[in-house]
């Protein structure tokens, strides 16, 4: 019995000396996975393009040419926002950005359902919908969500505010 128990532990310790080189193997594997990835991280960084930034003797830069964009002022909209006891309303003149004028004439037949589309989603904003500058980019992307699918296949590029007043 007594060499049964001895070589039980025998048996345990091995395993204990085999589960630990199995563990630094695992860790050694890791901690180069990382040094590579540090070390290729680093290579992409520092070695990256090999294009001399412009100095002032090197001529004019080429710039992209910026599109030209044409401008249309919808009519002016006050709404009354929903709200409860007090009347607030909402006085709103917008422009939309279009890619040219074509545009324009493809859009003016749906006016109609423009303003239709942004006088009931304007009703249903409370006050606090409308705070802050999150309030009007949400407000803005909306617009131009719904407008966008009130002139497909037609195309607004650009939702812009040329007043806002909450009253």
Do not use: H, W
């Not at 990256?48 to 002016?76: H, M, N, R, S």
């Not at 423009?114 to 009703?123: E, K, N, P």
């Not at 500058?133 to 009130?150: Q, T, V």
Request: proline letters at 7%.
């Amino acid at each position: 019995m007594a060499d049964e128990n001895a070589a039980a532990e025998e048996e345990g310790e091995e395993e204990a000396a085999g589960g630990g080189k199995k563990k630094l193997i695992l860790f050694g594997a890791i901690g180069l996975v990382v040094l590579l990835a540090a070390g290729g991280g680093a290579y992409f960084f520092l070695m990256g393009d090999d294009v001399p930034a412009p100095g002032p003797g090197d001529g004019p830069v080429p710039q992209e040419a910026q599109k030209p964009v044409v401008f249309y002022d919808l009519p002016e909209m006050t709404v009354n926002l929903a709200t409860e006891g007090r009347t607030t309303y909402l006085k709103v003149r917008i422009a939309l950005e279009v890619e040219n004028r074509a545009m324009i004439e493809q859009i003016q037949p749906f006016l109609p359902r423009i303003l239709d589309a942004f006088q009931i989603y304007l009703r249903e904003l409370r006050p606090a919908d409308l705070e802050g500058s999150a309030g009007l980019f949400r407000l803005k992307e909306e617009l131009l969500r719904r407008i966008n699918l009130s002139v497909y296949p037609a195309k607004v590029e650009g939702v812009l505010f040329k007043e806002i007043l909450v009253q």
